[in-house]
């Protein structure tokens, strides 16, 4: 019989890419919240609702991906953090039967970023709200014997259009626009495809792995070399583009480098690791992008 698997924030970035790839060998119970067009509406933040979801549907595997990512905003609001980012898992703890697998997505933000490369047993240090709210989910979902957390960096893709692609929309204004700019050339980030990310999820669920994982592209560069890149491939020029190597203060603090590594993952025969030059190439032809 084909399996059911839960999956939260359906209607997330990672989500949809999520729910295709899941999709195509199991029935997918997408939730979501606002954007509940195509999905079950659910508020995550309340027990009740989820206990009577879980009761309802009893999934046979459970993918967690809803919370609240923006590192600004959860610095501020840290109470509003907790309600998405941890008390759901204290839910699925409580509610789901014991044999149902649990996975939850976290994040390199767990990590410090002083002494990269991080493996999966190297201890946490988050620096800011949003990394201390995984962290403290994380330790919730570990306690639970079968459970999976699998934590990612940076994700890019492809969105409805090249505009709401995320980190590629954001090079894609910047090198068309030419508007002298500068850009973060401190930060090292290792840019992962949300298709690699759905695929290393069925992955995990189909060997039945459980404990800490880390899925991360292997090459890192900063946010002004990857514009230049993107620039090379789409045959503009970035000259309006100059580096920045003061940190620009934001509300929360960024890790400088939290490269993680793969090696575990890699290690049980995972391969889908695709470089960032590859994505860009493969989501901007998938919007028929001439390239040159
Ligand atoms: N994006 C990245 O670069 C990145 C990097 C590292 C880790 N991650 C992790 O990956 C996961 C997915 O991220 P994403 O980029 O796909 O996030 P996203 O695009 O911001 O999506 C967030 C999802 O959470 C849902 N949600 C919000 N409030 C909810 C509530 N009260 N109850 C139920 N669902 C609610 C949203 O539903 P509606 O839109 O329908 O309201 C949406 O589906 C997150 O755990 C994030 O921490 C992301």
Redesign the pocket.
């Known amino acids: 019989m084909t399996k059911t698997c839960m999956v939260?924030?359906?209607?997330?970035?990672?989500?949809?890419a999520v729910v295709q790839r899941l999709g195509v060998d199991r029935h997918v119970h997408g939730?979501?919240?606002?954007?509940?067009d195509r999905?079950a509406?659910?508020?995550?933040?309340?027990p009740d609702e989820v206990a009577a979801y879980l009761r309802a549907h009893r999934p046979d595997a459970v993918v967690?991906?809803?919370?609240?990512?923006?590192p600004d905003f959860c610095e501020e609001h840290r109470d509003e953090t907790w309600?998405?980012?941890v008390r759901?898992l204290e839910s699925f703890c409580e509610w789901l039967p014991p044999e149902v697998p649990l996975l939850?997505?976290?994040?390199?933000?767990v990590f410090d970023g002083n002494r990269p490369p991080f493996k999966e047993d190297d201890p946490v240090c988050p620096i800011n709200v949003?990394g201390e709210s995984?962290a403290a989910a994380e330790r919730v979902v570990l306690q639970r014997p079968g459970a999976t957390v699998l934590?990612?960096?940076?994700?890019?893709g492809a969105a409805a259009s090249v505009e709401t692609s995320?980190?590629i929309a954001q090079m894609w204004q910047a090198v068309r626009e030419k508007t002298p700019r500068v850009e973060d050339h401190v930060i090292v980030r290792f840019p992962?495809w949300?298709r690699d990310?759905a695929e290393g999820i069925a992955f995990l669920l189909d060997h039945r792995a459980s404990g800490c994982f880390h899925l991360s592209s292997l090459r890192g560069a900063t946010r002004y070399e990857w514009m230049r890149e993107f620039a090379e491939l789409v045959g503009e020029s970035a000259d309006h583009l100059s580096p920045s190597t003061e940190i620009v203060p934001r509300r929360a603090a960024r890790p400088l480098n939290s490269q993680l590594n793969s090696d575990r993952l890699r290690s049980i025969g995972f391969e889908h690791l695709t470089d960032f030059r590859e994505v860009m190439r493969q989501v901007l032809a998938g919007f028929s992008v001439p390239l040159p």
Request: aromatic letters at 16%; glycine letters at 8%; charged letters at 15%.
């Open positions: 939260t924030g359906a209607s997330g970035f990672l989500g949809r939730v979501a919240f606002r954007q509940a999905f509406a659910l508020d995550l933040r309340n967690h991906l809803a919370a609240y990512r923006d309600a998405l980012n759901p939850f997505v976290s994040s390199d933000y949003y995984k934590r990612v960096p940076l994700l890019v995320g980190f992962t949300i990310v």
